[in-house]
Structures are given as structure tokens and as C-alpha cells.
């Protein structure tokens, strides 16, 4: 069995800076947190619980801080309120929000000082979302076309000469702002668009695209519960032509698409080596402990077949 990596697959730049922060602050005494879990990866979020660091929710109430313990902020970043109420119960913060995440909460914040009502486009519960949403006082954040067209409208009835901008969350699909930005200019012809969609989203997808051209069969390494894992099974099932479960195997007319959260998952159809050249990619939150134990059985269960 040849088995084929994408060309960019697993951790983006900003989880990667991420997860090393929390090692190298759990690498010392100190007790070590996490601003609700780091990363949406069952295996990775285990491997910290090993390493001592511990979750904190956002929304619990925070314990008083012991001697020097340390909280890590997630790639997706807090609100300010969050950042504040951490500090004043004694812990150290160690900032891992991603650099491009941070570049949007400061835009956010400087428009909104400015007077600039800031929409928000994505999901109105993720992470990032909630904490940009933070530093835009007012800010409306709108999921859907629809919805843009709708909280336009409501705030031009309002205030009709309102000046207007619109930010990503980082991680949306390029055609889906579009279609947001399309709805808003219908209400607000001059809104200020900004591209804050990082290109680690974008890069792993079309990847994955050339991939499935490449092999027989895709396997898709991540958290069920990673949304950016999703999306990889959902390009690849467009790909591959795929009819049924994504997750179900290799039922369906194409080539079949898996989602694997570990090595234990792997169907047996690609154990007993079914498939000639396999494709593997995996989500932004994916370690690479993971990718690399997957690729290690597709290739021994080939030898073996
Ligand atoms: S997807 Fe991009 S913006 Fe989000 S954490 Fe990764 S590198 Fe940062």
C-alpha cells in the first residue's frame, strides 16, 4: 500500500505556537491551566491532562490562584473581561492567542474606539468569535447571509448614516464571507471589508483536493468534534464523489472518505490493505503523534496484505 500526505495537513502555525507554550510552561513547577481546552483533540488534550495542565472553563468561576500558577490562553484568544478577571484572582498569563487572531481583536477594538460599527462574521459560540467580540463594543455578529442582511437592516433603521466594517473569524470559507459582505453592502454600500481569514484553512483544503485526485481512498485524521476537521471530510467527500456516511467507511458510490480520531479507528478494509494508494490529511488541531501512528499502520497493514 503507497500512502500519500497531503501537502499541508495537521497543526497550523497558530495551535502549534499554542500546544509549545503550555509544554515548556508545564516544564516547570508551577501549576499550569488552560483558558478552556487548548486544542479539539481528544488525544492532544490528553497528552496535556498527562503533562499536569488542567482546564479551566471560561464560564466557572475561576479559583483563587496557588503561588505562581499560570493560565494559558488558547490560539482562539479571551475577551479582555476574561484576560482581567484571571489576573485579578493571581494568575500569570501565559498568551498563546494566535499573532493573526490578536491582529483581529486590535482591529476590533480600534474601530470600535473610532466610533466604526464592527460586524462580525462566524460562528456567534466559537471561541475566537466570542473573544474578538470582546474588544468591538456593539459589535453584531452575523453567521449567515441572511443574517447579515437582517442585522444590517436593523441597524440602519436605527442609524442609517452608521459607518460600517465587517471582520472574519479566521477560519470561514472564503465564498461564505463573500456572500455575507454581499449582504451587508445591500444595506451599507460603503462598509469596510476586511480579509481576516488565515490561509492555513484554505492551504489544507485545496491540498486535499489534489489529494484525492492522487489516490484511492482518504483517511481524515482528527477530533470528531474539530470543526476544521469536518470541513476537511465534507471537501473531500465533494472530491471524491462520495454518496453516504463520510464517517461510515467505505460504503457508496467514489472513493471512500474516513474520519479516524486515532490508529484503533482504521476500518478494516484498509487494514487488510483494500486500497493501492491511500491519502492522509488531518485537521488544524491533529498532533502529529497521531498522523504519524496513522501513516505507520496503513503501511504495515499494507506489508501485511
Ligand atoms: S487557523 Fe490560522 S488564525 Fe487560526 S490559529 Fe491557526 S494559524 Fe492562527
Redesign the pocket.
Known sequence: MNVIRASALGY????RR?VDIALREAAAPQKVYTAGPLIHNPVALETLKMRGIEILEEDADAPRAAQGAVVVIR??GVTPRTDSRLRDRGFRIADAS????KRSQTLARKLSEAGVRVFLAGEKRHA?IVGIQGYASGGIVVESAHDALEGARILFAEYPAAETAVIAQ??LAAEDYAAICGALQMVFPRITIYNTI????RERQNALRALCEKVDAIIIAGGRNSA?TQRLVAVARAACSMSGEATGGAAGAGKPVVLVENAREMPEAFLRGAYAAVGLSAG?STPDEVIDEIERTLLSSGDAG
Open positions: 497550523c502555525a497558530g495551535v499554542a490560539a482562539h494566535c499573532p493573526k487572531v475566537e479566521t477560519t488565515c490561509s492555513a484553512t476544521n488544524a
